[in-house]
């Protein structure tokens, strides 16, 4: 299994547990699902049915997305100034760390990162935003979208902003 890292903050940000493709050179996208989470509950790789999800909501559950509860991600919210000078910072210390490990990447990266970070502005309402479990606003800060369903999310990673460790 591989485990997605943050860079910057050494946060766990996801894994290759979940259905995962790289896009564009630059990001991954995370496919995830809504579960029902309710105290004592003890997960054994069963999928509840949707009668089971109900009755736990009943009961007092509360529905997340399952990346988010498994690493312990943390909601934050942007207005599109805020995210773009976030977007500033965190680009620059991506490319600084990459012209030390990985100099002919920078280009590229600069490139596919401004392309997609067009495609991000231009949607910008639809995107929810989780940092890692430190909170480390300096870190990278995922993006959350739905599937043309729009009831899956899925959650993007720039992938220059990860160490990928093999666990």
Do not use: C
């Not at 529905?63 to 943390?74: A, D, E, G, P």
Request: net charge negative; glycine share 8%.
């Amino acid at each position: 299994m591989k485990l997605f890292i943050d860079k910057i903050s050494g946060d766990e940000m996801g894994s290759d547990a979940y259905d995962y493709k790289e896009v564009d050179d630059i990001v991954y996208e995370l496919d995830a699902q809504q579960i029902v989470i309710s105290e004592g509950d003890v997960d054994i790789g069963g999928n509840p049915s949707a009668e089971e999800q109900a009755e736990a909501l009943e009961n007092g559950g509360t529905q997340v997305i399952n990346i988010v509860h498994s690493f312990r991600l943390q909601s934050t919210t942007f207005d599109k100034k805020g995210y773009l000078t976030h977007l500033k910072s965190y680009m620059k210390a991506i490319k600084e760390s990459l012209a030390k490990e990985d100099p002919e990447r920078v280009p590229v990266f600069e490139k596919k990162a401004a392309e997609f970070a067009k495609k991000i502005v231009g949607n910008f309402k639809d995107y929810d935003f989780y940092v890692g479990e430190s909170m480390n606003l300096d870190g990278m800060v995922a993006l959350v979208n739905y599937r043309e369903d729009g009831v899956t999310p899925f959650f993007i990673l720039w992938k220059d902003g990860l160490k990928v460790t093999k666990i």
